[in-house]
């Protein structure tokens, strides 16, 4: 018995290929209606097994058509491009990892406005589907029904973007030396993203990122601890903890945390004016720093039994300076972290007015008035030898004149 006919095959194919509910209008085109598309793959093996039986049938490789596997990131638009060589008069079919029939030709087969015609040649079948889901990941076949009927896949991955990461475990100011441990948690991502933690510019090696799947199957979250001991340099200081992921393409996903670091004050004397002298007026101010800042000072000077008064907030004022304010003075920084003294040794220098800028600029003239002098003088001198050396001869007759 002979090999079975093509045509017949072909006029089934036209007759019985309906993807799901669509039916073929008198203009040509598929009528969508709400689809549940059946697989096309019982007909495939027909038609296959029934022309691989007669080999005066088979057909060239120009007419296998070829793809690429795409890459998305979830919300975005992915292209799935399908072209042959040797169409044979037929018509490019794509269709979903569910085997539901997208576009055949030009012809839409399945309601989704996610999904659109970018080119329908007879070389080439081109579609696009945006707002693509985590869902939609899967192999796509495109089909060319010749005979036998040639296909090819593309996979379209989808990646999950991960969610902005949140930094927990930070309740309230920590103590100088103080241990703090700080969690950072983001979900969403695919394939897993990791986690990284930084103090302001400096790197923080946390504890390697852990990895657990989300309910819906598909995506991941993950989390990571970092642990370091606080210092009074990091008050104030932001930990950073980031998530890097393909799907971001470079872009920052960040989260920091400020922390306050609580430490002991500390001191230094400043005298207001610098260089004070005896019947001046000299401010000297306690500056004390620390988290909190220092609110009670005291001072006091060595060799003097009872500690001095205080005036004017952190300073201490001495009204009229005479020789005897000069020595050692401490003042004493408070908080409740505790406390700081600071020494500043104290010289009352004679009392000389500083130079002012007027009688500067009068020294300044006269010693230039001086020098003009001293060269007057100078060329006096020159002067008067020359004078002496040449007494009695005639200034304005030469010496080599001819007798008369």
Not at 4 to 21: N, R, V
Not at 66 to 85: F, N
Not at 189 to 198: D, E, H, I, M
Not at 302 to 325: H, R, T
Request: glycine share 6%; hydrophobic share 35%.
């Amino acid at each position: 018995m002979g090999a079975p006919s093509a045509l017949p095959l072909l006029m089934l194919f036209a007759c019985c290929w309906a993807p799901g509910e669509a039916n073929l209008s008198q203009d040509g085109y598929w009528q969508e209606q709400d689809l549940e598309l059946g697989t096309l793959a019982p007909l495939d093996e027909a038609i296959s097994s029934t022309v691989w039986s007669s080999p005066d049938m088979l057909v060239s490789q120009d007419s296998q058509p070829w793809t690429s596997d795409e890459t998305v990131v979830a919300g975005g638009t992915v292209v799935l491009k399908c072209q042959v060589k040797d169409h044979e008069d037929s018509s490019l079919q794509w269709s979903n990892p569910a085997q539901q029939t997208l576009y055949f030709g030009e012809k839409r087969a399945l309601r989704d406005n996610r999904i659109q015609l970018v080119k329908s040649t007879p070389h080439e079948l081109s579609i696009s589907i945006s707002n693509v889901a985590l869902a939609d990941e899967g192999e796509y076949t495109c089909s060319i029904f010749t005979m036998p009927v040639r296909t090819a896949k593309s996979l379209i991955t989808v990646l999950g973007i991960p969610q902005k990461p949140i930094i927990t475990g930070y309740k309230s100011s920590l103590r100088e030396k103080e241990t703090a441990t700080l969690n950072c948690q983001s979900s969403g991502s695919k394939p897993a993203a990791n986690l990284t933690w930084q103090k302001g510019e400096q790197e923080l090696h946390g504890e390697p990122t852990r990895i657990q799947e989300d309910p819906n199957g598909k995506t991941f979250t993950v989390s990571s601890s970092v642990t370091f001991q606080v210092t009074r340099e990091d008050d104030g200081a932001d930990i950073i903890c980031s998530v890097s992921h393909e799907s971001l393409n470079g872009a920052d996903r960040s989260t920091s945390q400020r922390i306050e670091v609580l430490y002991k004050p500390t001191a230094k004397i400043r005298p207001d004016p610098p260089h004070p002298r005896e019947g001046q007026k000299l401010l000297l101010h306690c500056e004390g720093r620390g988290n909190p800042i220092p609110q009670q000072y005291e001072w006091e000077k060595e060799g003097s039994a009872l500690p001095l008064k205080i005036i004017q907030e952190s300073a201490l004022i001495f009204p009229f300076l005479n020789k005897s304010d000069s020595g050692t003075y401490g003042c004493t920084a408070t908080s409740n972290m505790g406390s700081y003294k600071a020494y500043y040794t104290l010289n009352v220098n004679d009392h000389s007015p500083v130079p002012s800028s007027s009688s500067t600029y009068h020294a300044i003239i006269g010693g230039i008035v001086a020098f003009i002098v001293f060269l007057l003088l100078i060329l006096l001198i020159f002067l008067g030898h020359y004078l002496i050396r040449h007494k009695g001869e005639p200034l304005f007759l030469s010496r080599n004149l001819p007798d008369t």
